[in-house]
């Protein structure tokens, strides 16, 4: 049923972001892959506050 559809979009979620996070971290570095983390999250978090700034 429904359960079982949700289940297994989880798994597939979970096994695709751990493939390539273990890609992207063979090919840029463990390091590397904390960086550029950190940069798409704050850069997300900016365009977060530039947004409900020109809400408000």
Sequence with gaps: GAVGVV?????LAI????MTGGALSNWI????????????LVAYL???V???????
Aim: charged share 20%; net charge positive.
């Design 7 to 11: 289940f297994g979009a989880r798994a």
């Design 15 to 18: 096994a695709v972001a751990s």
């Design 29 to 40: 570095g463990v390091r590397g892959l904390f960086l550029g983390s950190g940069l798409v």
């Design 46 to 48: 900016g365009l977060l």
């Design 50 to 56: 530039r947004r409900s700034r020109r809400l408000a």
